[in-house]
């Protein structure tokens, strides 16, 4: 938008790789109207005013019923991602250690919760969620997805 005095602004999100061994915790999102029936990962935008693991943490408090503490989470990448809404910055965190016990606490935009093997996970993962855990498990810190 040059020369209209508005800067750039773009979205933050942040993306949980729950892993036990070599599993994975996936969600089915349901009534959400984004990617409903297809699989992804305990996620949610930046609230403001809180860092990128203490949004985590929230995330996973309100959705999945756990507690993580900052230190047992680790940003494993980032991902500069284009929509047709426009653009946004995802962060992965990695987390195998929480408390309490991996519950559906939104019924209304989770159907299933599932451990899935990061070998053979099932085929309608979201694209650029599905496109980011095999980054990770990869070892890619950076990656952007949509652009081309």
């Known amino acids: 938008m040059a020369g209209s005095g ?6 933050c999100a942040v993306h949980l790789f729950l892993m036990d061994g070599d599993k994975i915790l996936l969600l089915r999102r349901f009534n959400t ?4 029936g297809n699989f992804s990962v305990p996620a949610g935008h ?9 949004a985590a943490a929230r ?3 309100e ?3 756990i507690t993580i503490l900052q230190d047992d989470l680790e940003i494993v990448q980032a ?9 946004r910055i995802d962060y992965f965190l990695h987390c195998e250690k929480w408390s309490g016990g991996v519950t559906n606490r939104e019924p209304g935009k989770c159907d299933l919760l599932q451990w899935c093997f990061t070998e053979g996970l099932p085929s309608n993962i979201i694209p650029y969620v599905a496109y980011a855990l095999e980054n ?5 810190k950076f990656t952007d997805f949509g652009f081309h």
């Open 136 to 140: 990770f498990l990869q070892g890619v």
């Open 46 to 54: 930046l609230d403001g005013g809180e860092t990128i693991k203490e």
């Open 79 to 87: 991902m500069h991602r284009k929509t047709e809404q426009g653009e």
């Open 33 to 36: 109207g984004y990617e409903d």
């Open 59 to 61: 995330e996973a408090l």
């Open 6 to 11: 508005s800067k750039f602004q773009l979205l």
């Open 63 to 65: 959705e999945v019923g």
